[in-house]
Structures are given as C-alpha cells and as structure tokens.
C-alpha cells in the first residue's frame, strides 16, 4: 500500500528561486529519507531524518519531519538547472533491515 | 566495489522467455533490495535480503518471480515466463545495518518484453 505520498506530483520554477516539496505517510516510522532520480535510473540518497528529529539541513536542502502531522517536506534553496530531477521521499519502520516505502515522486524542472 | 552494479542494463526479451538480473551490492553491505518501477511511477518493493536470507518477499508479484542471494554478496532476481505487464526498470539498492542508514542504488535493468 501507498505510505508516502508526495505533493506536488509536478513542479516548474525560475533558475535562484526556491522548490518546496512535500511527503505525508500513514503509519508511524523509524525514520524518513528523500531521494533524487534524474533519467529514471538509479536514486540517489539525499539526506535521512530520524523520527526523533525535527529539521534537518546539508548544503541547500533541508528537511523537516513534523510526526504529529505525519508529513514531511524538502526544501531546496536557490535552485539550479542541475537540480531539475524526480524527488521521492520514502519511509522506514524500523527492524535490523529497513524496508523503505516510496512514494510516487515529485518531478521537478528548473527552468533557466 | 566501489558502487552497486547491475547487469545488464537492458534487455529486450520476447514473452513467455525466461530473464535473469544481476545485482552485486557494495562490499560489506549486509542487506540487499529489489524494486521496480514502471514508467513514469514510483518504487514497487518486490524483495530484500538480509545476508542470504529472505524475511520478507511479500512483493513479488506472483510465483514467476523468484531470486535469490549467495556468499551474502550477489543477488539474482529470476522472471519465468515473461509477460508484457513485467516490462519496468528492475533497481537494487544495498545498505549497511544495525542502524539508520540510505540505500546505494544501482543504475538499473531496463526490462522489455515485446
């Protein structure tokens, strides 16, 4: 069954501004990761927050996890044509192999 | 190896043929994943492994679907009897265990069955 669920599934924006994606789940999780897949081949991992975490940055991402709300959303920062991808957020349970959980994507162009 | 690699990268195979797809996971990495995805959509879980051992092969999509891992390294996803709905990009990730850790993909098997 569907647990992440991305929005928007689309999104087109200037080269500098800023992408703002959002992941919501159903079921309580361990942790949530965001992934980016250009040419759909191999994903490739961006950042992992913890259930216990609440914000989370590396480079221009950063991340927010709010549990209550079951959601979560990725934010990139003065964006550039590089960064024109599909986005999946996914999510784990827990146990000594995580099985992740993909939602379908955000497919995100930047626009020069 | 330095990544996870996926042999082949594509293949064209004509229905009702049997495939075999190869995956060789990072060294040391103790669980290994398949998914596939079919164009245009997200990430179906099919089977993952931890060492040779299957706990959980709740999404394989029917019994033609079989796969197995050795040596706890190299995985090979089997399809019998291909049918048009299998053609997807079959992806397989590893990752570390014992903790919170991202998946290393590979590049993917790009699967037509005409």
């Known amino acids: 069954s569907q647990q992440g669920e991305e929005d928007p599934q689309a999104l087109s924006i200037q080269e500098g501004e800023n992408a703002t994606m959002n992941c919501s789940y159903k079921?309580?999780?361990?942790?949530l990761q965001w992934y980016r897949q250009n040419s759909g081949r191999g994903l490739v991992h961006l950042i992992l927050i913890r259930s216990n975490e609440r914000e989370k940055h590396s480079g221009r991402l950063r991340v927010t996890l709010d549990t209550s709300k079951k959601s979560s959303s990725l934010l990139i920062t003065a964006s550039r044509a590089a960064d024109t991808a599909s986005y999946f957020c996914a999510t784990a349970r827990g146990g000594g192999a995580q099985k992740l959980v993909f939602g379908q994507g955000t497919r995100l162009t930047i626009n020069p | 190896g330095a990544g996870v690699s996926q042999s082949p990268s594509n293949k064209v195979t004509e229905k009702g043929k049997d495939v075999e797809l190869r995956c060789d996971p990072i060294?040391?990495?103790?669980?290994l994943y398949w998914y596939r995805q079919s164009l245009g959509q997200g990430l179906e879980f099919l089977i993952y492994f931890q060492g040779n051992s299957a706990p959980d092969k709740s999404g394989l999509p029917s019994d033609r679907f079989s796969a197995e891992r050795t040596g706890g390294s190299v995985s090979t996803l089997t399809i019998q009897r291909t049918q048009q709905e299998d053609s997807a990009v079959y992806l397989c990730?590893?990752?570390?265990?014992?903790?919170?850790?991202?998946?290393?993909f590979g590049s993917g098997t790009r699967l037509t069955v005409v």
């Open positions: 060294s040391g990495h103790t669980a």
């Open positions: 990730a590893s990752s570390r265990t014992g903790g919170d850790y991202g998946y290393t």
């Open positions: 079921t309580s999780i361990n942790n």
